[in-house]
């Protein structure tokens, strides 16, 4: 017995040194990502490693379908797998989905990438950060040349730095480093199976259980050195978000953190503007910390948010002391262009990816139907007469109750007045007078013809 117990150790001694896959301690770890790639996913795809590796998983795959998202989240996760000791495979699925942009970028980190079938990926063109350049002039000699606007040299930069990026990425898992030049440069696009021909993915599979069978037995390089997959049949354990990071993707959706900004602000205007009915402020405070939360981990342009506050301000005022119109049009004008800018297009990874139009003209729409009816009202108060104080009486019509030479008593407004003539002549009980001033406590009146 003890000869046999050695010769197995020998066995399995031998098959480790020859790089045979080992039986895994813990199950595949499934972490969807659906959506735009943002502060939420990043978390949650750390999450998921995190627990990956607790669990002593052979492997963790992120079923990836995604227009893209910000770059500054996209390179969180790309580190991520980077140091994961833990496999990643990257798998754009189901039929149908897309690895637009940033999930591109996605698919070139991962230790196996894998499509299903009637996916595709590409597009990885970063956002555009200005209008498009004109057409050069015709040139005869190269000093004649015009020189690039300062605006071409930026989206350069940018251009450039992506590309090196992917292509690094490329290098790094000895995938097909043209098209992810071209990916970046020309947008370009490529179906599963093309991906596969290329050699931008490994794998095309179905299904999550045709994926590990076709992977186990593969060699990959992690963070602790080479690790030899063993999948085959390995129970899936699907990782998914928990409330807070529900919580999360819903408030950091620029088109929410927007609306919760200019909702806390109007709440907090409506409390002050009727202090003590609570629920408003309650509501509104709330509302803008949870914006502010939004906002201190998404891009954002500090310009556009100044411009953003400015206009607010400048409608309120507006509002509170009225000038025909020229805070409130400013304030508009003000508020619409530091929507537009809100969010810092350099971090921006997918044009999909800000306020939409929208939301912005529905907030617009609002903001200055509420301004120019706090206009009309101003107006027409300037011009109705006062009904409040002693300038009431001023016009007020009255009937005589007792009179004696050239003064008496008159009701008016309910009330009864010491009154005088305004000039010579007598009055009797039940005539009609109005009030034309007052003498102290006296209504001086005129007889009503």
């Not at 030899?228 to 928990?242: G, K, Q």
Request: proline fraction near 6%.
């Amino acid at each position: 017995m003890r000869q046999v117990a050695w010769l197995w150790a020998a066995v399995l001694s031998l098959g480790m040194g020859l790089g045979l896959p080992a039986r895994a301690a813990g199950p595949v770890v499934l972490v969807e990502v659906k959506g735009v790639i943002g502060v939420a996913a990043s978390a949650f795809i750390a999450r998921g490693i995190e627990q990956a590796v607790a669990r002593e998983s052979p492997l963790v795959i992120l079923r990836l379908d995604t227009p893209g998202g910000l770059v500054s989240s996209t390179r969180d996760i790309i580190d991520t797998i980077l140091a994961s000791p833990v496999p990643v495979a990257v798998y754009v699925a189901p039929s149908g989905a897309r690895a637009a942009s940033a999930g591109t970028y996605l698919v070139y980190a991962a230790h196996v990438a894998a499509m299903a079938p009637a996916t595709h990926l590409g597009a990885a063109t970063p956002v555009s950060l200005g209008a498009p350049p004109a057409a050069p002039r015709p040139a005869d000699r190269p000093e004649d040349k015009p020189a690039p606007r300062p605006a071409d040299t930026t989206e350069r930069k940018v251009v450039n730095d992506a590309t090196a990026y992917l292509r690094a990425l490329a290098q790094l898992r000895g995938r097909n480093a043209e098209f992810a030049e071209k990916s970046v440069r020309e947008a370009a696009t490529l179906t599963a199976g093309e991906a596969k021909e290329a050699g931008v993915i490994d794998v095309v599979a179905a299904t999550v259980s045709e994926l590990l069978a076709v992977i186990d037995g593969r060699t990959v390089t992690v963070s602790g050195g080479e690790h030899t997959l063993a999948t085959r049949e390995a129970a899936v354990e699907t990782i998914t978000p928990d409330w807070r990071t529900r919580v999360i993707a819903i408030v950091t959706d620029p088109n929410v953190a927007y609306l919760l900004l200019i909702l806390g602000f109007y709440g907090l205007l409506f409390e002050l503007w009727h202090p003590g009915a609570a629920v408003p402020g309650v509501l509104g405070a709330i509302c803008l910390l949870m914006a502010l939360a939004a906002l201190a981990v998404m891009p954002v342009s500090y310009a556009g948010l100044a411009l953003l506050v400015l206009g607010l301000g400048l409608m309120v005022a507006e509002a509170f002391s009225p000038t025909l119109g020229v805070l409130g049009v400013g304030g508009l004008a003000a508020f619409v262009v530091g929507s537009l800018f809100l969010f810092d297009a350099k971090d921006l990874g997918d044009l999909d990816y800000g306020v939409a139009w929208p939301t912005i003209a529905a907030a617009a729409a609002a903001s200055a139907l509420f301004f120019f009816a706090v206009l009309g009202a101003a107006i027409k108060s300037r011009r109705r007469p006062v009904i409040t104080g002693m300038e009431q009486m001023l016009g007020a019509p009255g009937e005589v109750i007792e009179w004696q030479g050239e003064s008496g008593l008159i009701r008016t407004h309910g009330e009864t007045w010491q009154a005088r003539l305004a000039r010579s002549g007598t009055l009797t009980p039940g005539d009609s007078v109005r009030v034309v001033r007052l003498d102290g406590l006296t209504a001086v009146v005129e007889p009503m013809r």
